[in-house]
């Protein structure tokens, strides 16, 4: 691996790009920016950004492109993107993946690998929605693959553990749908300038991480 690397986590919501992204923090100390966790941080906070963006969210719906471009350029900028990124959940649409493009080339960087993670629908909705986490930890847990030890609390700081609102079956439903006609173009795209990495992301979850960890290593 040479130098400070961007890779990119494409997939759907519940393919697991949370999971990888936080391993390739782990292993490469590279910074993971979450565009669903700086909104949910927002929301959070309930900053300007944040009550317009829940209104999107709730819905399943994308928040727009250029609420969303402008607060991800702002944490690009930041110090500790200079080691390298992973981006989870970002970009989800052309014009993000174009923005994004444009900014790394200004500082003359570029993207080394856009991983796509595939997981069926089916196991996506059923995935999501046996998601639940920590409220005030983060961690997440997954009620069929991956159960807190005791149930509805957290295994760190045994706080009672909640679902996210757009995890509920017909949110999931619409963010499915969304991720079809939005985001899932942007496979071609990579495909295109020749950085898509694809990976079964239906394998035992060691296997996933295994193909992620080598095509970091790669780069
Ligand atoms: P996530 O945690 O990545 O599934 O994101 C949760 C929600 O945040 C999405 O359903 C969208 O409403 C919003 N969101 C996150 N990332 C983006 C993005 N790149 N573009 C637009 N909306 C986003």
Redesign the pocket.
């Known amino acids: 691996m040479s130098n400070a690397i961007y890779i990119i986590l494409l997939g759907a ?2 393919a697991g ?2 999971t990888q992204a936080e391993v390739l923090h782990a292993r490469f100390g590279l910074t993971h920016i ?7 941080e927002n929301v959070a906070r309930q900053t300007p950004l944040g009550v317009l ?1 829940k209104s ?2 709730d ?7 250029d609420v ?1 471009i402008k607060m ?1 350029m702002e944490r690009i900028a930041r110090p500790d993107c200079a080691r390298g990124v992973v981006f ?6 052309h014009a ?1 993946a174009q923005a994004l493009d444009a900014a790394l080339a200004q500082q003359s960087k570029k993207i080394g690998a856009a991983v796509f993670i595939q997981v069926r629908d089916q196991v996506l909705i059923e995935r999501l929605t046996a998601r639940w986490s920590c409220p005030a930890c983060g961690a997440v847990y997954n009620l069929l693959t991956n159960p807190p030890r005791s149930a509805g609390q957290c295994d760190k700081d045994t706080r009672a553990l909640t679902q ?1 609102e ?1 995890d509920k079956p017909e ?1 999931v439903r619409r ?1 499915l749908a ?1 991720y079809q006609q939005q985001t899932a173009p942007l496979i071609e795209y990579y495909r295109q300038t020749g950085l898509l990495r694809p990976v079964d992301g239906e394998q035992m979850i060691e296997r996933v991480t295994a193909e992620v960890v080598a095509i970091a290593q790669a780069l």
């Open positions: 919501p519940g790009k949370g979450s565009s669903g966790d700086l909104f949910r963006a999107y969210m819905k399943g719906e994308l928040v727009p492109d969303t991800v989870d959940g970002f970009p989800r649409t993000q996210r757009d949110t963010r969304v």
